[in-house]
C-alpha cells in the first residue's frame, strides 16, 4: 500500500536499505549482542514514540484555524480533524453505491457531463455543484469535512446539495482506494477539483496541511484520473497567488510565477508544475484557473470580507493592512456567480484526455485561465461598502501589513478567459457585496447564532459612507 493509499503524506528522506557489508553485518551483530545498544535502541525507540505523538496531535485545537488569521509565529504541525477521523464516516457497500450511480446520473441528454466535484461542501465547490446538477448534469461531491473553518457550515452547504439531488462522498482525496472505487462505479467525463487547503496566511501557522492537501492530494487525484479508463479531463483551482511578487499589472497568464510570496502560493505553483508532467507522460487534459480573491454568498469564514462582516457587526475592532510608506492593498475580488461561469466554461471546452489505462495516445491539451474581476479594489474600500450594507461603522485599526505571505494587489488581465471560455464578469463589487450581506444575515439569524442578531441591535447606528 502506497502512502498515498494509507492517506498519510509522503515521507521526505525514507529510502529502502541497501544490504550490508559483511564487514557491516559483524559490526552489527556485535552491538547487538551487547547490552548497551539494546537500552539505547529502546530509549530512543520510545522518544521517537513521544515525539511523534507530539507532531501528530492536535495542539491549540480549542481556537478554530480559520482564526489564525492574524498571523502566528508559532508553526503549528496538525492534521485538520476530517469527519471520517472523528466519526464512523464510511464508503461503501450497496446502498452507498447506488447513491453514487443516480447522483452521476446525467438528465441532460445527448451533452451532459458526468462530474466529480472535490471539495463539493466548500464555497465554490458548493456553487458549482449545484449549478451543474441545475442544467442536468450528473455531479457527484467529494469532501472530507476539515475543521479549518466551521464544518457546520460545510453541512449546511452538504444539506442544500443533497436537497437538489445531489451525493457528497465523505472521503479524502489522499484516499487512494476510495478513489479507485469512485472511478471503478462511474464513468466520470470531468473531475473538477476544488479541495484545496486554502488561505494565504494560515500556510505560517500550518505549513504541513498545504503540503497534504495541495501537492500530496493533487497527486492522488491525477494518479486516479490517469489508470481510469476513459479518463477523465481535470479541471483545477489553482490560484492568483501564484504571480506573488511579480509587478506587471494586470497580471496575464504568459507573466512570471517562480517568486511566491507564501507557502500556498508555491503549492499552488507546484501543483501547475505537476499537472504539466501528467499531461506530458499521460495525456491528461489539465485546465488549472488561477482564480482571485472569490467571495460572496455561503463562502468562507477565514476570508477578511466574511470576517470583516462578523466583527463589525460584533462590535469587535478590525484590522486593514497597509504597505510600505502607506501604499493601498488592493484585490481584485470576484464574486461567486462569475466563477462559477468561468469553471463551467472550462468544464465544457475541456478537450478529452488522450491515454487509456495510464498510456499515452497522443498530445493532450494544458491550459491556466486567469479568473479574476478586472478591477481591484482598496480593502479600505470593501470596508466602506460593507458598512454601508451592513449600516454599521467599523472600528478600523489600520496596521503595516505583516509579513504573512500577503501581496500588495492582484489585477486580473482576462483577456484569454474571454477569448477561449467567454468569460465575462458582471458583478462589481458593491452589487456582491450587497448580496452577501443579505445571506449573511439570513443564515446567521436563522441558523440561531447570536452574533448577527446582537451585532445588528448593539451598533445598529447608520454608517454615513
Ligand atoms: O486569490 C487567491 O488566490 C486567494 O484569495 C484569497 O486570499 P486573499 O486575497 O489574501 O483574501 P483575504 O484573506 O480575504 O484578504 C483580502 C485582503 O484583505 C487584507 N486583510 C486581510 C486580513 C486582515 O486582517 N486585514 C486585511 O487588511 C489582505 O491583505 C488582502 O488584501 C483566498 O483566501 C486564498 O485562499 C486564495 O484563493
Redesign the pocket.
Known sequence: MSHMDAGVPSTPGKFKSEKPHHHHQRLLLRWQHSPLPKFLFWSLFAGAVLFSLFLISPRSSSSSPAGH??SSSVTERRFLRTSSSSSSATWGGREWEKRVRSSARVRRHPFGLTVLVTGAAGFVGTHVSNALHRRGDGVVGLDNFNDYYDPSLKRARQALLSHSGVFLVEGDINDGPLLRKLFDIVAFTHVLHLAAQ???RYAMVNPGSYVHSNVAGLVSILEAARSANPQPAIVWAS???VYGLNTQVPFSESHRTDRPASLYAATKKAGEEIAHVYNHIYGLSITGLR???VYGPWGRPD???FFFTRDILAGKPI???EGPDHAT?A?DFTFIDDIVQGCIASLDTAQKSTGSGGTKKGPAQLRVFNLGNTSPVP?VELVSILERHLKVKAKKKVVK?PRNG?VLF?HANISLAKKELGYRPTTNLNTGLKRFVKWYLDYYSSSGSHLAKKGRSGHGSSSSS
Request: aromatic share 18%.
Open positions: 488569521t492574524h486554502a488561505g494565504v490560484s492568483s497567488s482564480f482571485f480573491t476570508m477578511a470580507y484590522t486593514i493592512f492593498v484585490r480593502v501589513m500577503d492582484t
